[in-house]
């Protein structure tokens, strides 16, 4: 796989156009690859997005082609697009392959961090009390078409999370947004969380045995999740 590192306040839709092409190569015979990079800010709309998630300021929202409803992504969030031939894996078992990718990522990190039936992403998990709540640190939002996945996952490092304020993240209404930082006090850098997000992918054994049999009419499947 190759990973390729775009930097920070990366312009969201040039790197859309990238992973259209990546996807493009991987889909005629590629080598998979992953693009970890922060984002310039900016709001993301996935095909599930309901009018009463968007901005309550008016702030621009780009339409994209993901599963999942609303997220943000911007500086001191970790963004990862594997763009990846999953061949036999399965739209769902690719997404719960990143999860567990995220998993990996955090918990040595001293966070207890849970995957939450029913719902997208990785979470900490509340008390049950009311002033503690289920809390996202990390999304997920996935595009399958013609057997390669696009979009990916985004993991909250160390951002100002009042940018989710202006949102109804995911569209979960009952449920917080954290960031490593905001649980530990401390946080890594975001190129050190996507060093060892990426490790994490890659020991997971994430290239497909088989590759995706071209089509002119590629199924399209998008999976829940809010990433990229």
Known sequence: MRV???????????????????HDEVAAGGEDAL??????????AGTS?????????????????????ITWHGPGQLVAYPIVAIGEL??????????????????????????????AGVWLLGDGSPWSRDRKVAQVGVRVAGGVSTHG???????????????????????????IAAELGRAPSVEAVGEAFAEA?????????H?????AHPSVVVAEGEAA
């Open 201 to 209: 992918l890659l020991a997971l054994g994430v290239a497909a045995v």
């Open 153 to 179: 996952i985004a993991i909250n490092v160390d951002p100002d999370l009042a940018a989710f304020a202006r949102i109804v993240p995911c569209g979960i209404a009952d449920a917080g947004v954290t960031s």
């Open 35 to 44: 693009l970890l990079l922060e984002h310039a800010s900016v709001y993301t």
């Open 211 to 215: 590759p995706p049999v071209a089509s």
């Open 90 to 119: 399965g739209v769902v078992d690719w997404v719960r392959r990143l999860e567990e990718a995220i998993l990996a990522t955090l918990r040595p990190l001293g966070l207890d961090v849970q995957r939450v039936r029913g719902r």
């Open 4 to 22: 390729m590192r775009l930097g920070r306040e990366v312009d969201y839709e040039t790197a859309w156009a990238q992973q259209r092409l990546l």
């Open 49 to 69: 997005t309901q009018p009463s998630d968007l901005p309550t300021d008016g702030s621009r929202v780009v339409e994209v082609d993901r599963g999942g409803r």
